[in-house]
């Protein structure tokens, strides 16, 4: 259950009005320890197949299923990716991406507002995910609540398009704290904006000192040599372990 937004994850709880603060909090703290045991299991398998998961967070229309796209055009010939869409409805994404040629998988989530844990495990169930590939989990739009929720990847990068101000890390904290990397998408409208991108970078550090920062542009493809580069990186660390 997602109670700060109220999404209805928890559907016999959340819409009982007398339900206590208390009782509310035991709730959270329940859902979120089965949502982590099942992450767990979920990191195990992928450190079992040596594949770099990855959950990519934005608010919605920042660019996630773009960079994607881009990300495997520009990389299919050296890593091997595949993806699992979450929307509320349709699959226009993961139809978006297998355009590319890789394999993608929809979880459409209806009122739910983020991705968890167990959504993950019976879409990879459903996968046949190559021994040291790369697992691109792409979320729900929602700048909230899929911060709390682990799915049991390696690294959350939050994605944050030039239009949507540079204050949002600090409006949205939990966000920007829970990810190790910030991605700043369609840098190629900067010059139609007032956005201060160094700003936005020390705002971004200020709730997360260790955040690794990224300027791309999925459209223009700007920036994207260093996003694979880390990926890249990244993918062969987990060959390693
Ligand atoms: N100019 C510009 N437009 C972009 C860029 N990246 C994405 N877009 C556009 O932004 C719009 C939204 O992109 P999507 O990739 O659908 O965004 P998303 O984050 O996947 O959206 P949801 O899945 O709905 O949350 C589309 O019209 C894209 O073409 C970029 O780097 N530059
Ligand atoms: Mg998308």
Same mark, same amino acid.
């Given at each position: 259950?997602?109670?700060?937004?109220?999404?209805?994850?928890?559907?016999?709880?959340?819409?009982?009005?007398?339900?206590?603060?208390?009782?509310?909090?035991?709730?959270?703290?329940?859902?979120?320890?089965?949502?982590?045991?099942?992450?767990?299991?979920?990191?195990?398998?992928?450190?079992?197949?040596?594949?770099?998961?990855?959950?990519?967070?934005?608010?919605?229309?920042?660019?996630?299923?773009?960079?994607?796209?881009?990300?495997?055009?520009? !990389?299919?010939?050296?890593?091997?990716?595949? #993806?699992? +869409? /979450?929307?509320?409805?349709?699959?226009?994404?993961? %139809?978006?991406? $297998?355009?590319?040629?890789?394999?993608?998988?929809?979880?459409?989530?209806?009122?739910?507002?983020?991705?968890?844990?167990?959504?993950?495990?019976?879409?990879?169930?459903?996968?046949?995910?190559?021994?040291?590939?790369?697992?691109?989990?792409?979320?729900?739009?929602?700048?909230?609540?899929?911060?709390?929720?682990?799915?049991?990847? !390696?690294?959350?990068?939050?994605?944050?398009? #030039?239009? +949507? /101000?540079?204050?949002?890390?600090?409006?949205?904290? %939990?966000?920007? $704290?829970?990810?190790?990397?910030?991605?700043?998408?369609?840098?190629?409208?900067?010059?139609?904006?007032?956005?201060?991108?160094?700003?936005?970078?020390?705002?971004?550090?200020?709730?997360?000192?260790?955040?690794?920062?990224?300027?791309?542009?999925?459209?223009?493809?700007?920036?994207?040599?260093?996003?694979?580069?880390?990926?890249?990186?990244?993918?062969?660390?987990?060959?390693?372990?």
């Amino acid at each position: 259950m997602c109670t700060h937004c109220g999404c209805g994850h928890d559907h016999h709880h959340t819409h009982d009005m007398s339900v206590s603060n208390e009782r509310a909090i035991a709730i959270e703290e329940d859902i979120l320890g089965r949502n982590n045991a099942i992450a767990d299991e979920n990191r195990a398998y992928f450190r079992q197949k040596q594949i770099l998961a990855l959950n990519l967070v934005s608010s919605p229309g920042s660019g996630k299923t773009e960079l994607l796209t881009a990300t495997i055009l520009a !990389a299919k010939a050296q890593l091997k990716m595949a #993806v699992i +869409e /979450g929307d509320q409805q349709t699959s226009n994404d993961a %139809d978006r991406i $297998r355009v590319t040629g890789a394999p993608a998988y929809q979880i459409n989530t209806g009122k739910g507002c983020h991705l968890d844990a167990s959504m993950v495990r019976t879409a990879l169930q459903e996968m046949t995910l190559d021994n040291g590939s790369i697992l691109f989990i792409e979320n729900v739009g929602n700048l909230v609540c899929p911060a709390e929720f682990d799915l049991g990847e !390696a690294h959350k990068v939050a994605i944050l398009s #030039v239009t +949507e /101000g540079e204050d949002k890390p600090l409006k949205y904290p %939990d966000m920007f $704290r829970a990810a190790d990397v910030m991605i700043i998408n369609k840098i190629d409208l900067l010059p139609y904006l007032r956005f201060d991108i160094d700003r936005c970078e020390a705002y971004a550090r200020q709730v997360n000192p260790s955040i690794r920062i990224l300027r791309t542009s999925a459209t223009s493809g700007e920036g994207m040599d260093a996003w694979v580069k880390w990926l890249t990186v990244e993918s062969a660390l987990c060959n390693l372990e």
